[in-house]
């Protein structure tokens, strides 16, 4: 299985300016939450105040559309947007706005930490997220990696009885993939002696093998196997579970001795 990481977000907060009637000044460090896998996920920057007197820092709403002083939106690839907040306390209970109430506060020189969270259970498009929150006197910048994710599980394919006509049945693959990656589904040719992509088989009593063949469509005609871009299956993913379905078929003619047969076909998924 081969992954690949994507950047999943910058996020340049332009801002926390003091509101004094003196001379103040204020820096931040920058705010790395890490790597967002769907998980909460925290982070934090600290800032240096140097000021005489009472002071106050605002943070707004930030560019994002829709967002709020409570739920601000970093925005990335084709508008999509990835929620987050910013709190006052460690605990993450005290949103920081800029408002009266929502103010960080204080008196002379002093450290105040931005506590911010990434909102659990969002599926996003990998890619850049940024957002400005803005006040006047400094800048920080956020960032987040996002990880490009894949998993497949599989359901038995069976035929039931063969007695010489064609038989087909079908079964299904599930696949969850981080929303917007794009993936490829290739089937092996399984563990059967001189089996193929094109014409595999099942092994039965004393090694007799009976031939079969599975496929992309329910026509039957587009057959499944491993080489990318040639026969395996493309795919985007949701976030979601998707069922992709496995069209079976044993051709005709075939005599084979009486019994049960069996094959192992191993799934990879590609992303």
Known sequence: ?????????????????????QDCSLSFTNMNFGTYTGTLL????????????????????????????????????????LSYQVFQNAARTVNWGNTTTTEVTGSGNATVTAYGQ????????????????????????????IQANCTIAANALAFGNYAGALVKAASSLS??????TQYNIGL???????????????TGPGSALLGYQLFRDSARTANWGNTVGTDSLAGTGTGAVQAI????????????????YADTITATITY
């Not at 005489?52 to 947007?81: F, H, Q, S, Y």
């Not at 696949?175 to 917007?180: D, E, F, I, M, N």
């Open 42 to 81: 925290n982070g934090t920057a600290t800032g240096t105040v140097r000021c005489v007197g009472l002071w106050d820092i605002p943070l707004d709403a930030g560019t994002g559309a829709g967002a709020t002083e409570t739920i601000r939106k970093m925005t990335g690839p084709n508008g999509a947007e």
């Open 1 to 21: 299985m081969r992954k690949a990481i994507l950047i999943f977000g910058l996020l340049a907060l332009s801002g926390a300016s003091l509101a004094a009637a």
């Open 118 to 145: 990434i909102l659990a259970g969002q599926n996003v498009a990998p890619g850049t997220y940024t957002d400005t929150l803005s006040t006047a006197t400094t800048t920080f910048t956020v960032t987040a990696v």
């Open 245 to 260: 379905s496995v069209y079976g078929q044993i051709p005709a003619g075939q005599a084979p001795a009486p019994g049960s």
């Open 175 to 180: 696949v969850v993939c981080s929303a917007g």
């Open 188 to 202: 092996n040719a399984g563990t059967a002696a001189g089996a193929t992509v094109t014409h595999r088989s099942m």
